[in-house]
Every structure is written in C-alpha cells, then in structure tokens.
C-alpha cells in the first residue's frame, strides 16, 4: 500500500501522517526501532501512533511494523496473461483512474466483484459492485469502465450487459473461465483463465476459476499501479 494514499484514504492528521512518512522512509530499520523511538523521532506520542495503526485496519503497532518492514515476494507466479493484455489492462485503467468504474458477477462470481471493488476504491479507484443500468443508457462512453466476472463467460444477464456495454462503445474488461465465450468475444480486453468446464457434482473436480482469477487481479493490478503511481 502507497503510504500516501493511505494518508488520503483515511484523511489521516499531519501528526499520524508524519508518523507513516518516517516509517515509509526508514523501512529497513523498523524492525529495530521501537514505538518509543518512532515517537520520538516523529514528535508525537505513543498512544497517537497505536490509534492511527488501529484507524488504518492494524491491531498495533507491532503490525503495522511487520506490514512495512515485510519485502515483496520475491516469486514469480504463473500469469496466465499476455504482455499485450498487461499493457492493456494497465492502459485502461490508468485511462480510468479518475472515473466510474463498474464491476458485474452473478452468483459466485459476485463474491470476487465485490473483492474487486473494494481493492481498487482502496487504492482511490471509484469502483462499485452494484449494475447501476443507468451507465449503460446514458451517453457515457469513455466515462465509466466496465469489469464482468463470468466462469463460464455464458451467464445470461451479464451477456446481455456485456453487449449493451460493445452497442455503447464502453469499455469493457471481462474475467472468464473461457476466452470464446459470447462475454469474451464481446469484451474490449478478455483475461481468461481456461480452467472452464460444465460442473459436475458427483465428479470431485476442483474449480479453478475463482482463484485463478483473483491471483490474475491481482497480478495486473500491481503492474497498473507500478505505472500509475511510480
């Protein structure tokens, strides 16, 4: 997390946000150093870093510590995506940072819009997880972005969706189990995971569709931001 979009997400004070600035600068010594010390050196007191670590979503001080002295992973995950879909997905949302973003599922797939939703608004996106249909009426091409979640990339409403948004020329970004779904081919930018196949339940076979997907958002979000906020 960019400390400061943290300071703006949680209209942080001048006090907590000196607090986060030093410990963004001194990364490699936090470890180290204790609350004291961070109180010290950022002229606040104590009890002022513990309420700012909990107004932020950390128990501590003690995690917060851990959460800034922890190194990116140094693995490489298999991407299942293209460099030409990176820069895409990177274009768009960079085209996109400053409008309405909308992000579709249905059943399941509900469940990673919604985890969709809340990742970007973290990072000052405007995102939502509701259809607001009225986007799609209005004459707002170039002025919302479309996100559809889909595992078999079929599922009736949201393809109906997917081709009002091709019909109004609005961009549309589509995470589906299978790239020649009627969703896929309808999208401006398809990730596909190509793990779909008919459900069967007696049959034991792992569904792989929604965690791949969430390791691919996750993915090409990173890249996005690296590009936006570097």
Do not use: C, W
């Not at 608004?121 to 972005?145: C, I, M, P, Q």
């Not at 190509?194 to 791949?212: D, H, I, M």
């Amino acid at each position: 997390m960019d400390t400061e979009t943290l300071i703006d997400k949680y209209q942080l004070n001048d006090s907590e946000a000196a607090v986060l600035r030093f410990m963004d600068k001194n990364r490699d010594s936090l470890r180290d150093l204790g609350i004291r010390d961070v109180a010290r050196a950022s002229y606040v007191s104590t009890a002022t870093i513990v309420n700012m670590a909990k107004k932020i979503g950390y128990s501590g001080y003690s995690e917060l510590v851990f959460a800034y002295g922890s190194k990116p992973l140094a693995t490489n995950p298999t991407k299942n995506f293209s460099d030409e879909e990176r820069d895409t997905f990177v274009r768009l949302l960079t085209e996109y940072k400053e409008k309405r973003i909308m992000i579709l599922g249905s059943g399941f797939s509900q469940n990673i819009a919604n985890h969709f939703s809340e990742t970007l608004n973290l990072y000052g996106f405007r995102a939502t997880a509701n259809s607001h249909l009225e986007f799609l009426r209005e004459n707002v091409e170039k002025d919302v972005l479309i996100f559809i979640v889909s595992n078999s990339g079929d599922t009736f409403r949201l393809a109906d969706l997917a081709q009002m948004a091709k019909d109004h020329h609005i961009d549309l970004i589509a995470f589906v189990g299978e790239k020649n779904s009627k969703i896929g081919q309808l999208a401006t930018l398809t990730i596909s995971t190509e793990t779909y196949a008919p459900r069967v339940l007696s049959a034991y076979q792992p569904n792989l569709f929604f965690g791949t997907t969430l390791n691919q958002f996750e993915l090409l979000l990173s890249e996005a931001l690296r590009s936006i906020f570097d």
